[in-house]
């Protein structure tokens, strides 16, 4: 609950409308209640969703995550402000016509969970003018299915973007940049040397060897999704944890909807090498830092 102190709920509260949230103190996923500025307290809505949204420094919406129900959110995420902007809000709640929160919008990107909200665009298939509008639609990968969705913001192929459908059917689209976020964006090259053999889930030694408890000294490196530039972000040694996430298989070849999958297959050799491009949480203090919800297979390189 967002202050402790916060009244109790008041039927006379039930104006429909934004209200500014009381940003004292950190909010729980558990919690029943919020309270707005003037330390009034509104009952959570059933079907609540917290809506995190990342700016750029120009104001525009850099990245949107939309988490079904309330999320745990810090003092520190509620005070920020678009682009940390002169005048600017902070956090708002959406009340509903019967008094409840039904959206809680934070103006910063989420240390709570990565977004489940990304996709793979695989290619720019055409633009047309609607209304004088510039339109463009993309073949994209979204929960390991692929669709073609249209919008009218430029992204780049082979790269992730978050995605939030608009009431006429189109698609807010941003380009996943980051790379200390909790949606950031990442490529790697790897073989079956690095995928845990007690857990296929696990991808090992990046950026540098890991300890233990792996017996076997391999590394390899993370980069960003220019495929050049190391990502240092991610901390030498590190572990990456692939399981429950989506895979965008943009090589049609091969089928692998897991790293079990790249370990196991028949058709690779052990000098053989995969190109991920995958989304992760990489924003420090997370709880979920180094879960990775999304990995397209971008190349596979069979070598002699």
Not at 6 to 15: E, G, R
Not at 171 to 186: C, E, G, I, Q, R
Not at 190 to 207: E, P, Q, R
Not at 236 to 261: E, I, R
Request: hydrophobic share 35%.
């Amino acid at each position: 609950m967002s202050g402790a102190t916060a009244a109790q709920y008041d039927s006379a509260n039930k104006t429909k409308g934004y209200k500014m949230l009381a940003t004292g103190a950190d909010i729980s996923a558990s919690a029943n209640f919020l309270a707005d500025t003037n330390s009034n307290s509104y009952r959570i809505a059933s079907g609540v969703k917290t809506i995190f949204m990342d700016f750029n420094t120009d104001k525009t919406v850099k990245s949107i995550y939309v988490k079904n129900g309330l999320a745990n959110i810090s003092s520190g995420e509620l005070a920020k402000t678009g682009a940390n902007n002169t005048g600017s809000y902070a956090a708002q709640m959406y009340i509903n016509k019967d008094g409840a929160v039904e959206a809680v919008i934070v103006k910063t990107d989420s240390t709570d969970a990565v977004s489940d909200n990304v996709l793979f665009v695989q290619a720019r298939r055409g633009e047309t003018l609607v209304d004088g509008v510039r339109t463009y639609t993309y073949r994209v990968w979204v929960n390991g299915a692929e669709d073609d969705y249209t919008s009218t913001d430029t992204v780049t192929a082979g790269y992730f973007a978050t995605y939030a459908e608009k009431a006429d059917g189109t698609y807010k689209l941003s380009s996943v940049a980051k790379t200390d976020a909790a949606t950031s964006a990442f490529k790697i090259t790897l073989t079956k040397a690095n995928i845990d053999t007690a857990n296929k889930n696990l991808i090992y030694g990046v950026n540098g060897y890991s300890s233990t408890p792996y017996t076997t000294n391999v590394s390899v490196n993370a980069f960003k999704m220019d495929g050049t530039t190391v990502a240092t972000d991610i901390p030498g040694g590190s572990v990456l944890n692939t399981a429950g996430a989506t895979w965008a298989n943009t090589k049609t070849d091969y089928t692998f909807s897991s790293l079990k999958d790249i370990y196991d297959s028949t058709d690779l050799d052990d000098n053989d090498t995969v190109t991920l491009a995958f989304v992760m949480n990489n924003k420090q203090n997370a709880d979920d830092r180094y879960k990775v919800s999304a990995i397209a297979v971008t190349a596979v390189t069979i070598n002699p």
